[in-house]
């Protein structure tokens, strides 16, 4: 059973990257996702889920109007389009699969967790 997020890199501030979250061992569509970040020196903070159907999605306010959290269940796999990055936006992006979308979203807590995937923004 394995989440695995990938996707990540060097992005110029204002540009774009796709993060994806494939999952194997276990049916994604089971599950609510959440996507979470961990800055230097700062605690993790949840980004976005999306329930199992994918028709609930909540977002940070930080990151509201600029990512788009979405899933394709027939492959396994969620992912978190990211427009106009900022500097802040550097940190190590994970993915989570937990049955209940609170816990992820309000307690940070899921049953899997991927193994991160760093997003650095920088000129």
């Known amino acids: 059973v394995q989440l695995q997020a990938s996707g990540g890199g060097l992005v110029q501030p204002g540009g774009s990257l796709r993060l994806s979250c494939a999952a194997s061992?276990?049916?994604?569509?089971?599950?609510?996702i959440g996507w979470f970040r961990q800055a230097p020196g700062k605690e993790r903070e949840v980004v976005s889920c999306?329930?199992?159907?994918?028709?609930?999605?909540y977002y940070a306010k930080s990151v509201k109007g600029r990512f788009t959290i979405s899933r394709d269940n027939a492959k396994n796999t969620v992912y978190l389009q990211m427009y106009s990055l900022k500097p802040e936006d550097t940190a190590v992006y994970y993915c989570?699969?937990?049955?209940?979308?609170?816990?992820?979203?309000?307690?940070?807590?899921?049953?899997?967790w991927g193994q991160g995937t760093l997003v650095t923004v920088s000129s």
């Open positions: 061992g276990f049916t994604l569509d089971d599950y609510d």
């Open positions: 989570a699969a937990d049955p209940q979308l609170l816990k992820l979203w309000v307690y940070y807590e899921a049953d899997y």
């Open positions: 999306i329930s199992n159907s994918g028709g609930l999605t």
